[in-house]
């Protein structure tokens, strides 16, 4: 599991700019078991992509501790994969060879020489098996957020954080990648950390939803989201029925009142 124990964290602004540090987090405790699929909900600039980042080991927090298995967080490691929102595929890379570069940077040795066969059958697992030979601009973004999510399991991590993977695409692929992800969910159980701004996306995907308040972030409810699975078999049905309705009404009217705590003279329909 994921321990997330007090953590605050501040940014330190240029020397030059004279400026005090900037708190971005504030106290921020939460447990993320194994095989879950957690949502990071809440007000642009509250820290939820900061916090993903503490958990993979990129930023170090300010104070706090991160512990993954009962071990502290110092740093990356192969059990950790970030999708990020931009694709980052390098242009002169294939998609499988995009796909290999994880593997390129694994600390298993004798993961090495199988790469190419990993990276065909990671793009095989997101819909890409025939697109191996193809290079980035030969590609849509839907399909260069695919070759992203195989490069992230290429290293078959334990723990897969996805920062707002979908954000860049238009409304009918976002839905889309939505229902593959949850397929590829169903044959691979992990536990996934996902950040987004949309309330259906992360209700639709999620197991809980973790709700930030506005800047510093601080955590002002969890929502447990019980709606029958596999939910991808019947998308629409589930969007529609009343306990999602419902999980959109409540996530809404929090985040709505605090968006009028921070900011009194904001009218919100």
């Known amino acids: 599991m994921i321990e997330i124990s007090n953590i605050t964290h501040r940014f330190k602004p240029d020397r030059a700019a004279r400026a005090a540090p900037l708190t971005v987090l504030d106290d921020v405790s939460l447990t993320i078991r194994d095989g879950e699929f957690v949502s990071f909900l809440g007000p642009s600039g509250c820290g939820k992509t900061t916090l993903l980042r503490i958990i993979d080991g990129l930023i170090r927090p300010t104070v706090g501790t991160i512990s993954i298995d009962a071990k502290p967080v110092h740093g990356t490691s192969p059990d950790r994969s970030m999708v990020f929102q931009e694709f980052n595929l390098l242009p002169w890379r294939s998609a499988a060879k ?9 600390i298993q040795k004798e993961r090495r020489p199988q790469r190419a066969r990993l990276a065909r059958e ?14 980035p601009h ?16 290429s290293t078959a991590p334990k723990y897969l954080l996805m920062d707002e993977p979908f954000g ?8 889309l990648m939505q229902i593959e ?8 159980r992990r536990t996934i950390v ?15 939803i973790v709700v930030f308040g506005a ?19 019947d998308d629409e049905q589930i969007k529609a029925s009343a306990p ?19 900011d009194p003279r904001a009218t919100v329909a």
Do not use: C
């Not at 590609?139 to 490069?151: E, F, H, N, P, T």
């Not at 860049?168 to 839905?175: F, G, T, V, Y």
């Open 168 to 175: 860049a695409l238009d409304p009918m692929i976002r839905e």
């Open 122 to 135: 990671n793009l095989a697992k997101v819909g890409l098996g025939s697109f191996g030979n193809y290079f």
């Open 138 to 153: 030969q590609l849509s973004g839907g399909m260069k957020q695919r070759v992203g999510i195989a490069r992230a399991l």
């Open 244 to 262: 999602f309705v419902a999980l959109r009404h409540k996530i809404w009217r929090l985040l709505k009142a605090e968006l009028q705590r921070t």
């Open 181 to 188: 992800l949850l397929k590829l969910l169903d044959s691979e």
């Open 98 to 106: 995009n796909t290999e570069f994880g593997l390129e940077l694994d």
């Open 194 to 208: 996902f950040v987004t701004h949309s309330i259906e996306e992360a209700i639709f995907l999620s197991d809980r």
């Open 215 to 233: 800047r510093p972030g601080r955590i002002i409810e969890t929502v447990s989201v019980d709606l029958p699975k596999p939910r991808w078999q």
